[in-house]
C-alpha cells in the first residue's frame, strides 16, 4: 500500500517570498501523485497533479511540483507567496496503472504569510 | 466544473442519535469517497463506492455505514453517533478509468459536533 510523508506541519511565509512544501511518498511502482489545497473551513481544491511525462508540472495559483523518482519526492513550489496562500496543504499518492483509485494522505502542512 | 455538494456544512448532535451526512456529485462520476479529517492526522479513508449498491470498507470504517442508492448520490451513516466522531467530514468524488489519473473532486465539508 502507498503513504505519505509530509515533513512539515507548520511554515510561515513572508509575502513575496519563496515557499517549498516536501512531500515524500511510498510506493513500488509509479505512484499518481497529488497536491491539495484548503482555506480555512473550505473542501479541498486540486493544485496540480503528476502521473507521467516532464517531471515538472504546473498547477493552477502560481504553484509547480516536481517529481524526483530518485527521492521518492514530489515538492511543491512558488515563487512568491500572496497573502490568500495562506492555507493547509495536503500532498496525496495513488496507486498508478491498477483499478484501485483509493488516495493516501499527508497529513498536511498550514502555511501561514507574514506581511 | 465538478461540483459535490454536501447536505450541511455544519451539524451538531446529541450522543446516541442516528446521523445522516448526504453527498451529491452532478458529474456523473462512477466513484465515491466519505474521509474524515483531524488535525495531524491528514484525510482517513472511511468508505468508497465503485459503483451504484457497491460498497468497500476504507481504513477507519468502525462506526460507519454508508448507502449509494443512486450514482449521483452516497450517504455516510452514523448508526449512533459518539463524541469521538466529532470531525469534519468530506466528501469526494472522481470519474473513473475515463480520466488518466483518476482525480478526486471535495465537497465543502460537514463540521459535525456530538455533544
Given at each position: ?115 | ?15 446516541g442519535e442516528k446521523v445522516f ?41 468502525e462506526g460507519y455505514s ?10 455516510l451513516i452514523l448508526e449512533s453517533a459518539s463524541?469521538?466522531q ?30
Open positions: 500500500a502507498q503513504s505519505v510523508t509530509q515533513p512539515d506541519i507548520h511554515i510561515t511565509v513572508s509575502e513575496g517570498a519563496s515557499l517549498e512544501l516536501r512531500c515524500n511518498y511510498s510506493y513500488g511502482a509509479t505512484p499518481y501523485l497529488f497536491w491539495y489545497v484548503q482555506s480555512p473551513g473550505q473542501g479541498l481544491q486540486l493544485l496540480l497533479k503528476y502521473f507521467s511525462g516532464d517531471t515538472l508540472v504546473q498547477g493552477i495559483k502560481g504553484f509547480e511540483a516536481e517529481f524526483k523518482r530518485s527521492q521518492s519526492s514530489f515538492n511543491l513550489r512558488k515563487p512568491s507567496v500572496h497573502w490568500s496562500d495562506a492555507a493547509e496543504y495536503f500532498c496525496a499518492v495513488g496507486a498508478g496503472n491498477s483499478n484501485d483509485y483509493k488516495l493516501s494522505f499527508g497529513a498536511g502542512t498550514t502555511v501561514t504569510v507574514r506581511a | 466544473d465538478v461540483k459535490v455538494t454536501q447536505s450541511s456544512r455544519y451539524l451538531v448532535k446529541r450522543t451526512l448526504e453527498c451529491v456529485q452532478d458529474m456523473d462520476h462512477e466513484n465515491m469517497f466519505w474521509y474524515r479529517q483531524d488535525p495531524g492526522l491528514g484525510l482517513r479513508l472511511i468508505y468508497f463506492s465503485y459503483d451504484v449498491k457497491m460498497k468497500e470498507k476504507g481504513d477507519i470504517p454508508v448507502s449509494r442508492e443512486k450514482k449521483e448520490r452516497f450517504s463524541t469521538n466529532t470531525s469534519m467530514y468530506l466528501c469526494a468524488s472522481s470519474p473513473g478509468l475515463v480520466e488518466i489519473p483518476d482525480t478526486q473532486y471535495f465537497g465543502p465539508g460537514t463540521r459535525l459536533t456530538v455533544l
